[in-house]
C-alpha cells in the first residue's frame, strides 16, 4: 500500500473535522426541527386520526376572503409552522459550499447518469422538508453544479417522499391514500430527475475540471467562519425577501384558490383539474395537505380531487418555485410544474375510478 505524505495526511485532516461539524450541523438540526416532532406527532395521528386543523380555513369549509387580512394571518400561521426548518435550510445550504469538498459532490451529484438521481432522492428522504425549506438547500446543491435533475430530484423528494407525512396519511386519511402518495411520488421524483438529467444538459462539469474547482476553493485564505457568513448572507438574501413576499400573496388569494362551493358532489373531473392546479401553486408548512384534505373531504370533497391535492400540495408551490429560480434553466422549472399538475391529475382520475 502506498504511505500518505505528511501533506496529504494534513489535507485529509483538514476536511474530515469539516466534514463532522457539517455532520453535527445537520444531523442536530434535523433532530431538533423534524426527526423528535415528528417521532411525538406520529403517536397523535395514531391515537387522533388528526394531526390539527386545516392552515387553509382552519376548522371550517370556508378560506377566509381574499385580502390584506388574509394575507397577514396566512403568513403568521404559516411562518410560525417552517420558520425553524427555513432557518436550517439556509445554514445548511452554506455549508454545504463550504464544509463539503467539492469534489466529492461533483464525484456523486454532477453527473447525469440514473445513479446522480437515485443519491440525490435517497439524500432528501431523512430531510423531510417543503420545498420552500430546502430550497437555500437546492440553491448550495446547485452553486456546486450539481446535475439538473438531480438537484430537481432532491428538492421534490423531500416532502413528496416524506416518510413522517406518509405514516401521518396512513393514520388520518388511510393507508390507501399513503400507497397512492408513494406510487405517485416515485413516479414524479424519478420521472422529473431522469428526464431533466436526460434531455437538458445544464452545468454538467466534466472530470478533469474537477481538481481545477477544489484549488480554486482552497486558495480562498479568508478564515472559515467568514466564508460561510458570506453563503450565508447571500442565500438569506436571494431567497427570503421573494418567500415572504409570495407567501403573502398566496395567502391573500386563498379563497380564490380554494373557493367556498358546496363539496357534495366534489368529485368530477373539472375538480380534479382545478384542486390540482391550485395544489400546484399553494404553500404550505410539512404535512399541511393531510388536515387540508381531511376538512375538506369531512365537508364532501370526493376521493378523486383528494388525491390531485395530496400529490401537487406538498411538492411544489409559487414561493418554492421563486425561490430557486436563478438556479435552475427556466424550461427546467415549468417541466417541474408541468410534471407535477400532470401526475396529480392523473392520480386523481385514478380516485375517480
Not at 186 to 194: H, R, T
Not at 205 to 234: H, I, M, N, Y
Not at 240 to 269: C, E, K, M, Q, S
Not at 310 to 317: E, G, K, R
Amino acid at each position: 500500500m502506498t504511505e500518505l505524505t505528511s501533506p496529504q495526511l494534513k489535507e485529509k485532516s483538514h476536511w474530515a473535522w469539516r466534514i463532522i461539524l457539517f455532520l453535527i450541523i445537520l444531523l442536530v438540526g434535523e433532530w431538533y426541527v423534524k426527526w423528535n416532532p415528528y417521532y411525538h406527532k406520529a403517536f397523535l395521528a395514531a391515537a387522533k386520526h388528526s394531526i390539527g386543523s386545516s392552515i387553509v380555513s382552519g376548522s371550517g369549509d370556508v378560506a377566509p376572503a381574499v385580502g390584506l387580512t388574509a394575507a397577514w394571518h396566512y403568513a403568521v400561521m404559516y411562518f410560525q409552522a417552517v420558520w425553524q426548518a427555513v432557518i436550517l435550510g439556509v445554514v445548511v445550504g452554506a455549508a454545504v459550499q463550504v464544509l463539503i469538498p467539492k469534489n466529492w459532490i461533483l464525484k456523486v451529484l454532477g453527473h447525469r447518469k440514473a445513479s446522480s438521481v437515485l443519491v440525490a432522492s435517497t439524500l432528501a428522504v431523512p430531510g423531510m422538508m417543503c420545498t420552500c425549506c430546502s430550497a437555500p438547500i437546492v440553491v448550495g446543491l446547485r452553486k456546486q453544479n450539481v446535475a439538473t435533475g438531480s438537484a430537481l430530484a432532491y428538492w421534490l423528494a423531500n416532502p413528496v417522499l416524506n416518510p413522517a407525512t406518509i405514516i401521518f396519511t396512513g393514520f388520518v386519511l388511510g393507508w390507501n391514500f399513503a400507497l397512492v402518495r408513494i406510487l405517485f411520488g416515485l413516479l414524479l421524483v424519478f420521472g422529473v430527475g431522469l428526464f431533466v438529467n436526460h434531455f437538458w444538459t445544464d452545468r454538467e462539469v466534466p472530470k478533469d475540471a474537477q481538481t481545477a474547482v477544489e484549488k480554486a476553493f482552497e486558495s480562498d485564505k479568508r478564515p472559515l467562519w467568514l466564508r460561510f457568513c458570506v453563503q450565508l448572507g447571500r442565500i438569506s438574501f436571494s431567497v427570503i425577501p421573494v418567500y415572504i413576499l409570495l407567501v403573502l400573496v398566496v395567502g391573500a388569494l386563498r379563497g380564490w384558490l380554494f373557493p367556498a362551493i358546496d363539496f357534495t358532489h366534489a368529485n368530477g373531473f373539472l375538480w380534479v383539474l382545478g384542486l390540482a392546479f391550485a395544489g400546484m401553486l399553494f404553500v404550505i408548512p410539512t404535512a399541511g395537505e393531510v388536515p387540508i384534505i381531511q376538512t375538506m373531504m369531512h365537508y364532501g370533497l370526493g376521493l378523486g380531487p383528494a388525491l390531485a391535492l395530496l400529490i401537487t400540495l406538498p411538492a411544489i408551490s409559487a414561493p418554492s418555485m421563486a425561490m430557486v429560480w436563478r438556479q435552475f434553466p427556466k424550461k427546467t422549472l415549468f417541466f417541474t410544474a408541468a410534471a407535477t399538475f400532470t401526475v396529480g391529475l392523473i392520480a386523481g382520475l385514478v380516485g375517480m375510478v
